[in-house]
C-alpha cells in the first residue's frame, strides 16, 4: 500500500472509531436515564367532572398512615409481612425507620386504594428503583413518578409535594386505581395507561416480574 493510502486508511479509520464512540455514548444516555427512573410519560387526558373530583377527593385526605386492623390475627399478619419486606429492602433502604416508614406507607396508600401491595411494591421497583427524588426524562417524580401536570388536574398544584412520600404514594397509588378502573380492572392495559405505553407489553411485563420479588404467603 501506498503512503497516500496508507493515511487515507488510517484517517478513515481514526472517522469510523469516533463515530461508534458517539454512537455509543449517545446510547447510553437512555441507559444512564433508566438507572434513574424508568418511568414513560403518563398522558394528560381531559377528565369529566365527577372523575375530577373523585380523585381530588382521594388524594385530599392528608392523615398519618395509621394501619388499623379488624381483628389480632390481622395485625399478625400485616406484622408478618412487614419483617418480611424489611428484610427484602435493606439493601434499597439500609436505614430501618426510613424503611419501615416506606413500608407502612406502601401498604397503607395501597390498600386505601383498593391495590394489592405487591403490586404497588413492583411498580415502584421498575418506576424509580426505590429512589424517593427520582426524576424521568419527561419530568415525572419521586418513588411512582408521577407527572407533575396531576397536581394541577386533581391537586393543589404544587408539583414540588411529589418528593413528599405519602403525597407520591398516595397521588401514584389513586393514579394506578384509576387506570385500571378505566380498563375493567385488565391489569395489562391498566399498568401500560399508567406508563403512557398502553398495548405495549414490556413495561407490565416489567412490572408483573418485578412484583414477583415482593409477593409474601404469610
Known amino acids: ?26 446510547g447510553c444516555i437512555p441507559l444512564l436515564f433508566s438507572e434513574q427512573a424508568s418511568a414513560g410519560a403518563q398522558i394528560e ?5 365527577s372523575v375530577r373530583s373523585a380523585l381530588s377527593s382521594a388524594v385530599a385526605n392528608h392523615a398519618p398512615p ?27 433502604k439500609p436505614e430501618w425507620q426510613v424503611r419501615m416508614e416506606f413500608l407502612q406507607t406502601v401498604w397503607y396508600e ?7 401491595v405487591t403490586l404497588v411494591l413492583g411498580l415502584i421497583q421498575v418506576e424509580s428503583n426505590f429512589r424517593k427524588f427520582a426524576v424521568s ?11 407533575p401536570f396531576w397536581t394541577r388536574v386533581i391537586g393543589d398544584s404544587d408539583p414540588g409535594k411529589l418528593f413528599h412520600m405519602q403525597t407520591n404514594l398516595r397521588f ?16 395489562f392495559l391498566g399498568l401500560g395507561r ?25
Open 66 to 92: 395509621v394501619p388499623e386492623f379488624k381483628d389480632t390475627d390481622s395485625r399478625l399478619a400485616y406484622l408478618r409481612w412487614l419483617g418480611a419486606m424489611s428484610d427484602r429492602l435493606k439493601k434499597k
Open 137 to 147: 426524562v419527561v419530568g415525572a417524580r419521586g418513588y411512582m413518578q408521577v407527572m
Open 110 to 116: 395501597g390498600k386505601r386504594a383498593g391495590l394489592d
Open 1 to 26: 500500500m501506498t503512503a497516500p493510502r496508507r493515511a487515507a486508511a488510517t484517517a478513515s479509520a481514526q472517522i469510523s472509531r469516533r463515530k461508534c464512540l458517539q454512537s455509543l455514548s449517545a
Open 172 to 187: 401514584g397509588c389513586v393514579i394506578l386505581r384509576h387506570y385500571l378502573d378505566r380498563e375493567r380492572g385488565d391489569l
Open 45 to 49: 387526558e381531559p377528565l369529566v367532572d
Open 194 to 218: 399508567y406508563n403512557g405505553s398502553r398495548g405495549k407489553a414490556p413495561y407490565p411485563n416489567a412490572v408483573i416480574g418485578a412484583s414477583k420479588q415482593w409477593e409474601f404467603s404469610g
